[in-house]
């Protein structure tokens, strides 16, 4: 089997604008950095708390849940890992659209699991619920690449017609109009993931949260190392949920950056689905350098984004949302090599 | 299926000498508290190293491997689960002996896998290596919950007898005179498992570490998350281990710690497996209190060590070594308890 292949992460030597791995531009809150370095202590020897209760406190009260409907794990690629060792067995199936996030087909290969690959076009307005029978449905929403969300209405209808789990991937759905948030109450099938790896400039320190039913809840803590939380992250993911308004003014800048950023480029001739993520896909159009060749000379100028190899997306490229200093210089350096 | 169930975590409020979870009693280097410090920062923001290259370089260096022969875990939880993912498919089977880590069981459970249990006795001098056929076998070595350690030499033969790959789950084995180490360049179907969590102190910082021929590292890695190890826990890993005057300090506390306490208990009237770990077995003799009750009597105290409510496990306590003051208070309670 193959291996995930993450994006580039440049040594310490290399001086990048880095917009490949959608991390936010903007620093940690400083409550968050300060508990971090609280946690750099002599309680240190001592085993984190298993049930995470203070960062499932905090994540309840954010997000109007119970504590037991969430589950914090090791980023939220963990978490996405614990549903498919919960709910799918040897030989089960896995749906997910393609494109989407590239770690759906490996999650599948190391489950043994048989996979159901839906197209996703990239206009996916009045795209009809799919019928499709498969234990997990992984709906990366915001999709990952392009950026486009589905609708609350919509993942109702997904809940309506299919009969097994459906995972709302929503690691960029703080930077969205809609989520599936308002589906939980009635819908026990529905597992949310959410990450802080983006909105809340934590990448580096690996929480995702996932809300569920609190049965369902139940079974993936069990499936889940004990101690899957180090203490210095359940500290400083805990301390990054009380600052709201620091993530609120990050998160709306992100999004006005975006707009006006995806207005250049569709002034550059790029198509642009309407991204609802803190990144944008660029497609090129006619008579246009093909992404391959523009990609290329974006990094001789220092900018890193990312370049999809393969057949359906090598004719765009992700770009990820950072200042608008950055994404100005950007937008001139991709108008350089558009022109020529 | 059942959780794994982790030694109780005291909450904040409540004050008791706790031996419960082999925990090491004294803080963990302070050049890894600065590191964890250091982390603090704004490049949070930004996702970890996803090859942990500078605490995988600093492991070889320490362990006298090459940095492709390591990979890390968010503790060595997480590696026996990528062992379970790499080599074991569902139906396959998984020998272990009984008792040994608690976790074995769920991990099959997990996995989907048949179990092969192999009964333990307390005294394992002398023990014929078992003629086993699965694909997987879990060597607790030194055991939990006896702290009684296999030989190099025995678990050579166990390579030569055993047809698929044997884990060394060596969390202890900082402690003890002998360990599977020697063994790994000319074993490709050893898989060396260690911690940070109790020989350097950090419990709380989820560090595990694999040691592995370098392809079979390679498929491990494959299976791991990408960025399984978060920012500050790298670094400070890293950081611990560099400091081996501090690690080897404490460990050589602890294990004279051990003898004087487990000479202790023998004139007490147990029976004392001898230890090779930052733990003992007591095992209560005749006429002796029920170890039910010497626990029950030592919570009121409030001295928590582990008790096995189980056949086989029942007549005795597993108690961690902490400091010679703690520990002879504990032998002083024990005494009161055994004495009345």
């Known amino acids: 089997m193959s291996a995930y292949v993450p994006g580039l992460q440049p040594g310490p030597g290399q001086r990048l604008v880095k917009l490949n791995t959608n991390e936010n531009p903007y620093p940690p809150s400083p409550r968050a950095l300060k508990a971090l370095r609280a946690a750099a202590g002599p309680r240190l020897r001592l085993y984190p708390d298993p049930a995470c209760r203070e960062l499932r406190e905090r994540a309840a009260e954010v997000y109007g849940l119970d504590a037991a409907q969430v589950v914090p794990g090791n980023g939220s690629d963990e978490l996405l890992a614990i549903v498919m060792r919960t709910f799918v067995d040897e030989g089960g199936a896995v749906a997910y659209f393609q494109p989407s996030y590239s770690l759906y087909p490996v999650l599948a290969a190391v489950a043994r699991a048989r996979v159901v690959e839906l197209p996703l076009p990239r206009d996916a307005t009045g795209l009809p619920v799919p019928r499709v029978q498969a234990g997990v449905f992984l709906l990366s929403t915001p999709n990952a690449p392009y950026g486009t969300g589905f609708s609350t209405a919509w993942i109702e209808s997904l809940l309506a017609s299919f009969p097994g789990i459906v995972v709302a991937d929503e690691a960029y759905a703080e930077f969205a109009d809609e989520t599936s948030l308002p589906l939980l109450p009635r819908h026990p099938r529905l597992v949310i993931i959410r990450t802080l790896s983006k909105s809340y400039s934590l990448a580096?320190?690996?929480?995702?949260?996932?809300?569920?039913?609190?049965?369902?809840?139940?079974?993936?803590?069990?499936?889940?190392?004990?101690?899957?939380?180090?203490?210095?992250a359940q500290a400083a993911a805990a301390a990054a949920l009380a600052d709201q308004a620091h993530f609120r003014a990050n998160r709306d800048r992100i999004?006005?950056?975006?707009?006006?950023?995806?207005?250049?480029?569709?002034?550059?001739?790029?198509?642009?689905?309407?991204?609802?993520?803190?990144?944008?896909?660029?497609?090129?159009?006619?008579?246009?350098?093909?992404?391959?060749?523009?990609?290329?000379?974006?990094?001789?100028?220092?900018?890193?984004?990312?370049?999809?190899?393969?057949?359906?997306?090598?004719?765009?490229?992700?770009?990820?949302?950072?200042?608008?200093?950055?994404?100005?210089?950007?937008?001139?350096?991709?108008?350089?090599?558009?022109?020529?």
Chains 1, 2 share one sequence.
């Open 204 to 232: 580096g320190l690996r929480v995702g949260l996932a809300f569920a039913h609190p049965e369902v809840a139940a079974e993936m803590a069990k499936v889940k190392d004990s101690y899957n939380l180090d203490r210095p």
């Open 255 to 340: 999004r006005a950056t975006r707009a006006r950023f995806s207005a250049r480029l569709t002034e550059l001739g790029f198509a642009v689905p309407a991204s609802q993520a803190n990144f944008v896909f660029a497609a090129t159009g006619t008579g246009m350098p093909a992404a391959r060749e523009i990609y290329a000379g974006l990094l001789e100028r220092r900018f890193l984004v990312r370049f999809f190899d393969r057949p359906g997306l090598d004719d765009g490229m992700r770009i990820s949302i950072g200042t608008d200093d950055e994404m100005d210089a950007l937008a001139g350096a991709i108008g350089d090599l558009v022109r020529r």
